[in-house]
């Protein structure tokens, strides 16, 4: 089983900062099995890259997603205030088929 | 626009079956995506629950398999988990959500439902 370990587990930035995210597996994940969601309290999570670095449908270029092997990066280049939420990363394996990271939180500073 | 609606009971007996469903609008169940469900617990992760194609291929995770089952109702457009001899470890907010064939993430999700076991 391959596990997703996230951090920082909190994050506290401004608006208009720079945020990097880490997602770092216990083996090696191909990139296209590697995802990241933004969750806001109260609502489902929001598919934000699939393939560690293609953003989804309707998400702003703000959001970046890079990395290979078994070290991933969300970064968000400049904070929005409706940024602030918990970013979770997600890998496709052989067992279990997905596994979520255990989540980062991005607050407000 | 592809919408998901999950519904169910929200209070389920310890040892009890959860049953929920989620009906899809703007999609076909019989086009090329799997369907799955997710849970997270109050206050904590996601977990992937199961998740199943339109030929009736199934995947679980194994530390539920033996208590979970995922069902397609295409006449419905639906899909549909069962969770049998549930305990309080159970209760969460359940989502169900889709996954394009070859994509190996979840774009759409429904808004979820609470689920407590409790007697």
Redesign the interface.
């Known amino acids: 089983e391959i596990m997703l370990t996230q951090s920082p587990g909190t994050l506290s930035l401004s608006p208009g900062e720079r945020a990097t995210l880490s997602c770092r597996a216990s083996q090696s994940v191909r990139s296209?099995?590697l995802?990241w969601?933004q969750q806001k309290p109260g609502?489902?999570?929001?598919?934000l890259i699939?393939?560690a670095s293609s953003r989804?449908?309707g998400i702003p270029d703000r959001f970046s997603g890079s990395g290979s092997g078994t070290d991933f990066t969300l970064t968000i280049s400049r904070l929005e205030p409706e940024d602030f939420a918990v970013y979770?990363c997600?890998q496709?394996g052989p067992?279990?088929?997905?596994?979520?990271?255990?989540?980062t939180k991005l607050e407000i500073k | 626009q592809v919408q998901l609606q999950e519904s169910g009971p929200g209070l389920v007996k310890p040892s009890g079956t959860l049953s929920l469903t989620c009906a899809i609008s703007g999609d076909s169940i019989s086009d090329s995506n799997w369907w799955t469900w997710v849970r997270q617990p109050p206050g904590k992760g996601l977990e992937w629950v199961a998740e199943i194609y339109q030929s009736g291929t199934t995947n679980y995770n194994p530390s539920l398999k033996s208590r979970v089952t995922i069902s397609v109702d295409k006449s419905k457009n639906l899909f549909s988990l069962r969770l049998n001899s549930v305990t309080a470890a159970d209760t969460a907010v359940y989502y169900c959500a889709r996954i394009p064939f070859h994509y190996y993430a979840l774009d759409v999700w429904g808004q979820g439902t609470t689920v407590t076991v409790s007697s």
């Open positions: 296209t099995y995802a969601y609502q489902a999570p929001r598919l699939y393939g989804a449908t979770f997600q496709y067992s279990p088929k997905y596994a979520f990271g255990q989540g």
